[in-house]
């Protein structure tokens, strides 16, 4: 067994990970980057990037299909699905070679194998050639990721019940899909098979769809995807799925009512993903696990002095951007960073890019009543919008809550065209306790559907102008 000693060694190459390495590097510090399969994790390689690409796809096609609305006469358009996934798989891996070429930049040694801690201080590899390499270092963060969640019952087998690896990947188009659960995951596929043609049913355990977004949001959205031609049901629970030669037929129990019976060629199970909690040594440490993630105080810190733990493994929001801060959070108070401050959660936005765009941060209307606020609430529809209309993308709307008493930005939330690229304006908000009468202020340019923005504060406080 061959040994290294470092000041850093993390575990896992994903979005937390390897942004942790970069920082510690540019700190000072010698750091072992510890990956098992493919730098850039899962989001990079099988989860947000890869998906937006083929999302892009249906984009086209669906704009191919309606447009005789912008006066263009294409005739019948078709697609080569094999061709859509290999530039959907050409995104993952010209991406994946970018952040190896970071590690290189920034002097991150990289060591490919199962990194599993084996002991406080230790961290040992097991790499392809069966060589066992012993690291140690006075720091380990451990960064490693998620994995889709299954439930009892409803196990996926690869070929006619798929997670979002092999929705990823089809190599046909099914002619119809179920798809069990409503969260970003399950939405956005929704938004890509309908669009590319097949038929789709939703089935959501929950009374609303995208659980974690604003009620009224949400309601807006599923409508847009009925009109679609999107089945939803919700407040339903698949019972169990039984594969035959055609394809799968659900066993659903609605809340209320008759049970449903539902067949489809293909199901994909998008119920949520699971920490990678096993098999990488916490049994030879104190950290201690919640519910199937890593227990960490707000720098990162497990119970084992030494021992830190980054994005999905700690739990929600479980998305790259917030394992990026964490990561650069924890390498900074490892290191003394003056700079050095905790991530706030309440400020980390979320995004879902089907089609219309969903986007929100803070606190959802129910939840600002709930935590005691008097508030004020601002809307604005895209139809009042100059840009959307133009654009043909009147199908949209932006809400804005605010403590009344103070004039906090408390949270906003968006659905429609782009509003996933227009988000970070609350965010920067909230960010700099920007109050109402600094947004009423703010030059917002014309015409852009970022002024729909502006238009749902000032209807906060009875001064919208174009609705």
Request: with cysteine; net charge negative.
């Amino acid at each position: 067994m061959s040994q290294k000693s470092v000041d850093l060694i993390v575990v896992g190459g994903g979005p937390g990970g390897y942004v942790a390495a970069i920082r510690a590097r540019q700190l000072g510090l010698e750091t072992v980057l510890v990956e098992r399969d493919q730098l850039g994790g899962v989001c990079l390689n099988w989860g947000c990037i890869p998906t937006k690409a083929l999302l892009r796809a249906s984009e086209l096609n669906h704009l191919l299909k309606n447009a005789a609305e912008f006066g263009f006469e294409v005739g019948e358009s078709s697609f080569d699905l094999k061709k859509v996934v290999a530039r959907s798989r050409r995104v993952a891996k010209r991406l994946s070679a970018g952040v190896k070429h970071l590690m290189k930049k920034n002097g991150v040694e990289v060591v490919m194998g199962h990194g599993r801690v084996a002991g406080p201080g230790i961290v040992r590899v097991e790499q392809a050639d069966a060589e066992v390499l012993e690291l140690r270092a006075p720091h380990i963060i451990l960064a490693t990721g998620a994995h889709a969640r299954t439930l009892p019952g409803l196990e996926p087998d690869g070929e006619r019940i798929w997670t979002y690896r092999e929705a990823m990947v089809p190599d046909s188009m099914p002619r119809s899909l179920l798809i069990v659960g409503s969260g970003a995951i399950g939405i956005e596929f929704a938004s890509f098979y309908r669009d590319m043609g097949a038929e789709v049913t939703v089935v959501e355990v929950l009374p609303q769809i995208l659980p974690v977004e604003d009620a009224e949001i949400a309601a807006f959205a599923r409508k847009s995807f009925e009109k679609q031609g999107i089945a939803i049901h919700t407040s339903a629970a698949v019972e169990s799925l039984e594969t035959h030669s055609e394809g799968v037929r659900a066993a659903v129990k609605p809340a209320s009512g008759e049970a449903l019976s539902i067949d489809a060629e293909r199901v994909i199970l998008a119920v949520g993903v699971a920490g990678n909690v096993e098999d990488i040594g916490l049994e030879t440490t104190s950290a201690r696990l919640d519910k199937g993630r890593i227990i960490v105080d707000e720098w990162c810190r497990t119970h084992e002095t030494g021992i830190y733990a980054v994005g999905d493994v700690v739990g929600g929001p479980q998305l790259a951007h917030k394992a990026n801060h964490e990561g650069v959070s924890c390498v900074e108070h490892i290191a003394g960073h003056a700079g050095a401050h905790p991530v706030d959660r309440s400020l980390i936005p979320g995004c879902t890019y089907c089609r219309p765009q969903l986007a929100s941060v803070g606190l959802t209307e129910s939840a600002a009543r709930d935590a005691g606020y008097e508030i004020r609430v601002g809307r604005f529809p895209f139809q009042g919008n100059g840009k959307a209309i133009a654009i043909g993308e009147p199908d949209g709307m932006v809400k804005t809550v605010f403590d009344a008493a103070t004039g906090e930005l408390l949270g906003a939330h968006m659905v429609g065209a782009e509003v996933t690229e227009m988000i970070q304006g609350y965010v920067i908000a909230r960010t700099l306790e920007t109050t109402e009468a600094e947004l009423m202020r703010t030059v917002f340019p014309h015409p852009t559907i970022s002024e729909a923005m502006h238009e749902s504060v000032l209807d906060a406080y009875g001064r919208a102008l174009h609705h």
